[in-house]
């Protein structure tokens, strides 16, 4: 079984950066698109960025185009997120997700069979 454990989050004021990583086990981390998901206080948990298992292919949400940046060092079992720029609304718990293969929906956190326990972005104004 997989396991995903994020770290790195931590509190920010608006306009500073903050890299989060999230460590995989238990499985060939390479099999795995892998995607960054958030969720704020009463609020859903929305897609933020996704990454294909070579690393080749990203996406991201349309709010944090331009400032947030994804990867993996597939040798390290690790994928990261560089937030930059960060904003008060960017405030939420950050979690990693996993899917074996391909994630044709990589926004839709139901293809994801596989999660992190999540990690507190705290970005004050």
Do not use: H
């Amino acid at each position: 079984q997989v396991q995903l454990v994020e770290s790195g989050g931590g509190s920010v004021q608006a306009g500073g950066s903050l890299r989060i990583s999230c460590a995989v086990s238990g499985r060939t981390f390479s099999n795995y698109f892998m995607g960054w998901f958030r969720q704020a206080p009463g609020k859903e948990r929305a897609f933020v960025a996704a990454i294909s298992r070579s690393g080749d292919n990203t996406y991201y949400a349309d709010s944090v185009k331009g400032r947030f940046t994804i990867s993996r060092d597939n040798a390290k079992n690790t994928m990261y997120l560089q937030m930059n720029s960060l904003k008060p609304e960017d405030s939420a718990v950050y979690y990693c997700a996993g899917k074996l293969w391909e994630a044709p929906e990589y926004y839709n956190k139901d293809w994801y069979k596989s999660w992190g326990q999540g990690t507190q972005v705290t970005v004050s104004s």
